[in-house]
C-alpha cells in the first residue's frame, strides 16, 4: 500500500499552460448578426473580440493548453497524477473531458475527473486539487478551466451572444513545505436558488434532448443579465473583501485581484470594494469575452507569459457564476 507523507504542505502553482484558438470574432461581426453596435458591447461589457474553436470539442482546448502547460514546465505525461477539468461544456456526458485529455497526452498514470462549477469552475477544481496536494497523497494534480461556449451560445440572441469566448488554461499543482507558498485560504460558496436567472436546460437527465427541446432552444445559455449582474456584483466583492480581512490583507498588500472575466463593470466594482488600484487588476476580457472556467487560468498564464507576476506575489482570486456559484482564494505565487 502507498504510504501518505504527513509532512504539513502547501499546494503551489509551479506552472501554467493556455490555448486560445485561432479563430477571432470581433464586435464587427455581431453588428452583421444580431442588432447590436461595437460601442454597446464595449462600454456595457469590456469585450472587443474573443476566439471560437472550429474543429473539436472542450477537450481539444483542454489538451492543448496542458501540451504547452508541458512544454514550458517539462513535465511529463507519465508523472502527471490527476487531471481535473473544470467546465460547463464537455465533450459530452461521459467519458470525462478529463479522461479524453488524459489520452490525448498519454497520461498513463494519472486518474481524473470533470468538475461542473460554471463561472466559479477553476476556484472549486483548484480548491479540490490543493487538498488532493495537502493530503500528502499526490504530488502532481494538474488543473485546467477549459470551456467551448462557442457550443452552447444561441447566435440569435443579442443579450448572451456578444459575452462568451472559447479558451482552455491549465495549471500544475505541486506541494511546497515553505507554507509562505501556494495556497493560504479559500472561501467558496454556492446557491442553488439561483438556478432561474442562469441555466442551460436541455439535454440532462430532466429535460432529455427532443425536438420539443430542440425547438424551444433549451440547448443553449439563458441568462437573465441584470439580475444575475446585482448577484455578481455583491457575491464578488462580498468574498473578496472577506478573504482579505480574515487574512489580515491590506489593499496595498495584494499584488493583483484574478477576477472572473464576465464584465468588466463587475470587475471594477469589485476592485473598489477592495481599495486596490487598476493597475492591481489582471484583465483580459477585451480579449477572449467570458470563457467560463477558463478566465482565472488565462488570466495567470497572460500575466506570467508578459513577466507581470513575480515569485512571492499575493493574488487573490475571485469568481461569480451560474449556480449561484462564487467564491475567493488567496494565494502566494510561486514561479520565478
Ligand atoms: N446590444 C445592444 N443592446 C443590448 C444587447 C446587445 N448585445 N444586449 C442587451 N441589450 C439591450 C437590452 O435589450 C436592454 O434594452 P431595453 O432597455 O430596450 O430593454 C438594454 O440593452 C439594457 O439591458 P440590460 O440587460 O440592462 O444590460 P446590462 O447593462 O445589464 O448588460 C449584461 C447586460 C449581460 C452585459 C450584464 O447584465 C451582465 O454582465 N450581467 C452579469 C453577467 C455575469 O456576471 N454572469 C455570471 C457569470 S457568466
Redesign the pocket.
Known amino acids: 500500500m502507498r504510504k501518505r507523507e504527513r509532512k504539513i504542505v502547501n499546494a503551489q502553482i509551479t506552472g501554467v499552460g493556455k490555448y486560445i484558438p485561432e479563430k477571432i470574432l470581433d464586435n464587427k461581426y455581431?453588428e452583421k448578426i444580431?442588432?447590436?453596435?461595437d460601442e454597446?458591447?464595449r462600454t456595457?461589457?469590456g469585450i472587443r473580440e474573443r476566439h471560437v474553436l472550429e474543429e473539436g470539442g472542450t477537450s481539444t482546448l483542454a489538451t492543448r493548453a496542458v501540451e504547452n502547460l508541458m512544454e514550458q514546465t517539462g513535465l511529463k505525461p507519465e508523472e502527471i497524477e490527476v487531471i481535473i477539468v473544470a467546465t460547463v461544456s464537455p465533450d459530452m456526458f461521459f467519458p470525462a473531458t478529463a479522461c479524453l485529455v488524459q489520452d490525448n497526452i498519454g497520461a498513463k498514470n494519472a486518474w481524473g475527473f470533470d468538475l461542473s462549477g460554471?463561472?466559479s469552475g477553476f476556484l472549486f477544481a483548484l480548491q479540490t486539487g490543493a487538498n488532493l496536494i495537502e493530503s500528502g497523497q499526490y504530488k502532481k494534480v494538474v488543473v485546467v478551466g477549459a470551456d467551448k461556449m462557442s457550443s452552447i451560445v444561441d447566435y440569435t440572441d443579442?443579450?448572451?451572444?456578444?459575452?462568451f469566448g472559447d479558451g482552455g488554461a491549465a495549471v500544475l499543482l505541486e506541494p511546497t513545505e515553505d507554507l509562505e507558498y501556494g495556497v493560504q485560504d479559500s472561501i467558496l460558496h454556492c446557491d442553488g436558488s439561483g438556478k432561474e436567472a442562469?441555466h442551460m436546460l436541455g439535454g440532462g437527465s430532466l429535460n432529455p434532448a427532443s425536438h420539443e427541446t430542440v425547438d424551444k432552444k433549451m440547448h443553449y445559455i439563458y441568462?437573465d443579465?441584470?439580475k444575475?449582474?446585482k448577484v455578481?456584483v455583491k457575491g464578488m466583492a462580498d468574498v473578496s473583501v472577506e478573504i482579505m480581512k480574515r487574512n489580515n490583507l491590506k489593499s496595498e498588500d495584494i499584488a493583483y485581484l484574478v477576477p472572473?472575466q464576465?464584465?468588466l463593470?463587475?470587475i471594477d466594482a469589485t476592485a473598489r470594494r477592495m481599495g486596490i488600484s487598476k493597475d492591481q487588476v489582471i484583465i483580459n476580457i477585451d480579449k477572449y469575452g467570458?470563457t467560463?472556467a477558463a478566465t482565472i487560468p488565462l488570466c495567470l498564464a497572460d500575466y506570467y507569459e508578459e513577466k507581470k507576476i513575480q515569485r512571492g506575489d499575493k493574488l487573490v482570486l475571485s469568481a461569480?457564476?451560474?449556480g449561484f456559484t462564487w467564491g475567493a482564494i488567496y494565494l502566494t505565487w510561486s514561479i520565478d
Do not use: P
Open positions: 455581431f444580431v442588432d447590436t453596435s454597446w458591447i456595457r461589457t460554471a463561472c443579442r443579450t448572451t451572444c456578444v459575452i442562469l441568462q443579465g441584470q444575475v449582474f455578481a472572473h464576465a464584465n463593470r463587475i467570458n467560463t461569480f457564476g451560474a
